[in-house]
C-alpha cells in the first residue's frame, strides 16, 4: 500500500485544489444572493477536507512519480473528482439522486455536455457557472494545471502531462521544462476565453450568460443556461461567435501557442491536421446543406447553410451546443453529423473522439495497402506533414482505432440489453464517448438523459471518462499485470 503513496498524496492536493476552484461559484452566489451559497459552503468544506486527509496520510512521500503512477493518477482522478464537482448540485438539489449528479459533473469535467437537468433556465446563476466553469477547467484538464504546481511541491509532473495529453503532445514538449508548457497552454487557454466571453457579450448575451457560455465553448462542452440551449436566444451573430471560437477550440493547443510565440501564423500552415480539419467540414457543410434542400427539408439555402454549419461544427468538435433539433432531418443527415465528432477535432484540441491525426493515419494506411496490393514490391512511406510515421506509432493508432470501436459496440450492447431503444442506446454511446452531448432519439438536441435507469446513466458515465481519457489511459489500470509491482 505505501508504494501508492505519492499517488496517494498528489490526489489529495488536486482535491485541495479542486475545493479552492469552487470558491469562484460560491463568490458569484454571494455576491448576487442566489440562494446556493450554502450549497457550497459545505461542498467546499467536504472537499478541502477529503483532500487535505489524503495528502497528509501520505505526505512522507516523496519520491518522483514513475509512469504507472502517472495512468493511475490520471484514471483516479477522473474517477474521483467528477464525485465532489457533484456536491453542490446534490446540495442545491436535494431531489437529484447521486447517480444523477455524477453523470452531471463527470459530463461537465469530461466537456461532454449531456445533461439530466432541466429547468436550466430557473437555476441560480452560480449553478450554472459551477457546471460549466467544470467544462472549463476539465478542457485543459485537471492534471495539466497541476503540472504547472507539482515541481513547486517536488514532484515531478512529466509523466501525469504524457498519460493526460494526447496526440503528438506525448513525444515532445514545446518547452524544454514540462511547467512552462503547462503555463503556455494555460495562458493561450484563458486569453481565448476571455475574448469568446467579450465576443458573446458584444453579440447581444448578458454578461454572466457571456461568461458561462464562454466556459462552455472553449472547453467544448456543450451546457448552456436555457433548456432550449443557443436556440434560445435566436441570434444570428451569437452563433457566428460560437462557431468561430469552437474551430479555435478544435484547433491543437500546441499550435496556438507556438503562434502566440513566434508571433507568425506560419506554424497553422505547418500543422497537417488543419487543412484535413477545415475540408473535412467544408465539404461536409456544403454536401448537407445541398442534400438537405434537394429533400425538401429547407427552402431557404441560407437558412439551410445557418443550420447545417453550426451543427456541423458543433458536433464536430465536440461542442454539442444547439439551436436547432436537427432529429428532425433525414436519418443519413442526423448520422453524418454525429459520426464527425468520431474523428474531426484535431490532436491536442480540447474536442473528443479519436482526432484528425488518427484518423489521417488510418486513411494513410488503408491508401498504403491498397498500392501494395496493385504493387507488391512498392515501398510507400506514411508520412504525416514532412514526418515519417513510424511503425510503432502505426500500430499504436491501429489498436487504438480497434479498441474504440469495440468499446463503442460493447457499450451498445450492454445498453441495448438493459432495454433501451437501439438508436439512443448507439448514439448515447457515441455521444458520451466522444464527449460531444446530444445523441439522436430520446437524447437528442430536443430531448436530454433524464428519463435512462441509474444502471444506464452509470454505462454513460463511464463511457464519458473512457473516451475523455482516450480508452487506453484508463483500460490499462484495468489489466492485471499493471498491479504487479
Request: proline residues 4%; charged residues 10%; aromatic residues 12%.
Amino acid at each position: 500500500m505505501h508504494a501508492y503513496f505519492p499517488v496517494v498524496s498528489v490526489l489529495g492536493l488536486m482535491l485541495m485544489l479542486f475545493g479552492l476552484v469552487m470558491g469562484f461559484p460560491l463568490a458569484v452566489s454571494f455576491a448576487l444572493h442566489d440562494g446556493a451559497t450554502q450549497a457550497y459552503d459545505l461542498a467546499i468544506l467536504a472537499t478541502f477536507a477529503t483532500g487535505l486527509l489524503l495528502w497528509s496520510s501520505a505526505r512522507g512521500a516523496r519520491r518522483d512519480l514513475h509512469v504507472s503512477d502517472g495512468f493511475l493518477l490520471v484514471a483516479a482522478t477522473w474517477l474521483i473528482v467528477p464525485v465532489f464537482g457533484a456536491l453542490p448540485l446534490m446540495l442545491y438539489l436535494p431531489e437529484l439522486s447521486f447517480t444523477d449528479a455524477y453523470f452531471e459533473a463527470a459530463s461537465g469535467l469530461t466537456t461532454t455536455g449531456a445533461t439530466v437537468l432541466t429547468g436550466l433556465d430557473a437555476l441560480p446563476v452560480s449553478i450554472n457557472l459551477w457546471r460549466t466553469f467544470m467544462h472549463w477547467v476539465g478542457g485543459m484538464g485537471v492534471i495539466v494545471l497541476m503540472v504547472a504546481v507539482l515541481p513547486l511541491l517536488g514532484i515531478g509532473g512529466r509523466q501525469i502531462f504524457r498519460a493526460e495529453t494526447p496526440g503528438p503532445m506525448k513525444e515532445s514538449s514545446l518547452t524544454p521544462r514540462i511547467t512552462e508548457t503547462a503555463k503556455g497552454l494555460w495562458l493561450v487557454y484563458v486569453v481565448l476565453t476571455l475574448a469568446c466571453g467579450v465576443a458573446l457579450w458584444w453579440a447581444g448575451m448578458a454578461p454572466w450568460e457571456a461568461v458561462i457560455h464562454a466556459f462552455s465553448i472553449m472547453g467544448l462542452g456543450g451546457f448552456s443556461t436555457r433548456d432550449a440551449s443557443l436556440g434560445a436566444f435566436d441570434s444570428l451573430p451569437i452563433e457566428l461567435v460560437a462557431i468561430v471560437f469552437a474551430l479555435l477550440s478544435g484547433i491543437n493547443y500546441a499550435t496556438h501557442y507556438l503562434v502566440l510565440v513566434q508571433r507568425h501564423p506560419r506554424a497553422y500552415a505547418r500543422d497537417p491536421e488543419l487543412r484535413w480539419f477545415f475540408g473535412v467540414l467544408a465539404l461536409t457543410i456544403v454536401l448537407l446543406c445541398l442534400y438537405l434542400l434537394q429533400r425538401g427539408v429547407y427552402e431557404d439555402a441560407g437558412l439551410a447553410l445557418r443550420h447545417v454549419a453550426f451543427h456541423a461544427v458543433s458536433l464536430a468538435t465536440s461542442l454539442g451546443l444547439a439551436t436547432y433539433d436537427y432529429t428532425a432531418w433525414p436519418m443519413f443527415a442526423q448520422l453524418a453529423v454525429l459520426f464527425l465528432g468520431s474523428f474531426a477535432a484535431c490532436s491536442g484540441s480540447t474536442g473528443g473522439g479519436i482526432k484528425m491525426m488518427r484518423a489521417i493515419i488510418l486513411y494513410k494506411q488503408v491508401h498504403r495497402e491498397v498500392v501494395r496490393a496493385l504493387h507488391p514490391s512498392a515501398v510507400v512511406p506514411l508520412r504525416l506533414g514532412r514526418q515519417s510515421v513510424s511503425e510503432n506509432v502505426l500500430h499504436a493508432v491501429l489498436a487504438f482505432g480497434f479498441m474504440y470501436m469495440v468499446s463503442i459496440v460493447s457499450l451498445t450492447l450492454v445498453l441495448s440489453a438493459s432495454g433501451l431503444e437501439l438508436l439512443t442506446a448507439f448514439s448515447g454511446v457515441v455521444a458520451c464517448i466522444n464527449n460531444t452531448g446530444p445523441g439522436l432519439a430520446e437524447v437528442g438536441p430536443a430531448g436530454n438523459y433524464q428519463g435512462l435507469s441509474d444502471f444506464q446513466t452509470w454505462v454513460l458515465s463511464f463511457a464519458m471518462i473512457l473516451g475523455r481519457l482516450e480508452i487506453f489511459t484508463l483500460l490499462v489500470i484495468l489489466t492485471p499485470a499493471f498491479w504487479r509491482r
